[in-house]
Nanobody
């Protein structure tokens, strides 16, 4: 499975961005998908995850109520809608795919995309 994230950019605090992650794999529906982020000098952090059918999303505590993960299996794409952005959301955002289960640790995922930078100014 190859993953390619896009949609990052520069936004002021309180603004919104939508990230997309497209996959070239034929079995996209079979994978659990997630977004992680990594700020400079910090460990990679779980943001949100979603199962193959698009149900039961899971969110990290720092983004609950602000971010929404969704997927379109017909387009082989997973999205992350980010609202009410804060400067502390600044990071490189990565999409990841797992064969089994939505985990909150990076080691739970088998495939990773190259990441897209999100910068939120105060």
């Amino acid at each position: 499975v190859q993953l390619q994230a896009s949609g990052g950019g520069f936004v002021q605090a309180g603004g919104s961005l939508r990230l997309s992650c497209a996959s070239s794999g034929r079995t996209f529906r079979a994978y659990e998908l997630a977004w992680f982020r990594q700020a400079t000098g910090k460990e990679r952090e779980f943001v949100a995850g979603i199962n193959g059918s698009g149900r039961d999303p899971l969110y990290g505590d720092s983004v609950k109520g602000r971010f929404t993960i969704s997927r379109d299996n017909a387009k082989n794409t997973v999205y992350l809608q980010m609202n009410t952005l804060k400067p502390e959301d600044t990071a490189v955002y990565y999409c990841a795919a797992a064969k089994i289960g939505i985990g909150i640790f990076a080691a739970d995922y088998d495939y990773w995309g190259p990441g897209t930078l999100v910068t939120v100014s105060s």
